[in-house]
């Protein structure tokens, strides 16, 4: 298949985040890699996780910004994946906090309110994205990078 056009790649690629909030983090610690299932949401034209704030990926988060997402795809019984790579931070803004756990569809079975001390808010931040159309054998890649 011929490339597509930057945009219109991009379009495609949210389409498939926007259809797949269960995702694979990946953070480190020192130069250990570490990856583990989260669920992402938008809010604002924003990636956002929601987790406890003793979970070890706080943590290396604190330490090291610099993460990964992997979002496994499956059409028509062809599997690709669309990887996005960039940094992450920890929301400490209690408005912002609050208006992302309305977005969160499992908030209200863990936490008692955006106040809990055990909610963490992290914010995920792309640059570049690589993209495997499901049954495609070459990948795409491409920046995210806001100006």
Known sequence: MARTSES??????LSWIKQNQYVYLASSDKNRPHVRPVV???????YFVATFSGDSKVSQISNNKQVEV???L???GHTGYLRLSGH???VHNAALKAEASERCFF???YFSGYDDPDYTLIELD????EYLRPGERN???CNLKRY
Do not use: T
């Open 126 to 129: 792309f640059d570049y994205a």
């Open 88 to 90: 992450a931070s920890l």
């Open 40 to 46: 992402m949401f938008l809010y604002e034209d924003r």
């Open 139 to 141: 990948s795409q890649g």
């Open 70 to 72: 992997c979002i496994p």
């Open 74 to 76: 499956l059409e028509d």
């Open 8 to 13: 219109a790649l991009q379009q495609e690629m």
């Open 107 to 109: 908030f209200d079975e």
